[in-house]
């Protein structure tokens, strides 16, 4: 009998990397949807066919209590949330209610409808914010800036708790920045992509963006929903940091995109001080170790080839 995953925010970026992911290994694969007007199914329009969408709110216990005794997973993988951190500062509430709370009601289902699904959370480099050590690792203390960050210590932590209250099998992926042509255009990388292509093709002429000087670890997004299958795999669940262990800043995934491009950067950005952020993150720079000691994890995609196949997709995209 093939194995069912169930997928919470598999319409996303990562929802839909993963739901490709396990339809290559053979798997049954639930997608679960919030009800609504606008729904936008573009990232997995490709794959929609293969897919059993079901409906279901991280807001509402009862719906996801359904969703799970409807299709009986294996495993459920909750990557749904209010997941863009300037837009946290302005909906505070509305980010603690998905972000936070979401997760307690997914693993409360879980424990009341079959204790032995298997649960992925997706935690978050931003968890570390103002960093207490270089490079993070699954030791470091927590000290988010946004309340993004403070949602999904909430929901790391409840995970933890439910793992070691009820022995649900739970574990928690620490991703750092993970990118992708699928990246929606509120994001830094896919705004600058985005930007350089419009530049390009004559339809701007500048790029407005704030801090150049923070500084991240990229890697693509395709290469880490590989470990997020992999964790649920393990005999045991955990927590795992997954990173590239390289930084770099937002002058330099700059510079890379538009000289893919052929254009110098200088020429068209311009610093908009309504883009700082009122707590700022300044450096975030992950050690992967863990993970590819206990799950064999590794990346395929580097920081230049990342930016690169972000900036000829969007070229593309216009082009056509």
Known sequence: MAQRALILGVTGQDGS?????LLEKGYDVIGVVRRSSTLN??????????LTLASGDLMDEVSLINVLRDHR????????????????????VLTGETTA???????????????????????????FGKVQTVPQNEETPLYPRSPYGVAKVYGHWITVN??????LHASSGILF????????LEFVTRKVTHGVAKIKCGLATELRLGNLDAQRDWGFAADYVKAMWLMLQQDAPDDYVVASGETHSVRELVEVAFASAGLHWEDHVVIDPSFLRPAEVDLLVGDPAKAERILGWSREVDFHALVEMMVAADLTALQQ
């Open 17 to 21: 990397y993963l739901a490709e992911l």
């Open 41 to 50: 199914f573009e990232r997995i329009a490709h794959i929609q066919d293969r």
């Open 73 to 92: 997973p294996h495993e459920v993988y909750n990557l749904a949330a209010q997941s863009f951190v300037q837009a946290s500062f302005s909906q505070p």
């Open 101 to 127: 709370m979401g997760v307690t009601r997914v693993l409360d289902a879980i424990r009341t409808v079959d204790p032995e699904i298997r649960f992925y959370q997706a935690s978050s480099s931003e968890m």
């Open 162 to 167: 439910y793992r070691e209250s009820y022995g």
């Open 177 to 184: 920045n993970h990118e992708s042509p699928r990246r929606g």
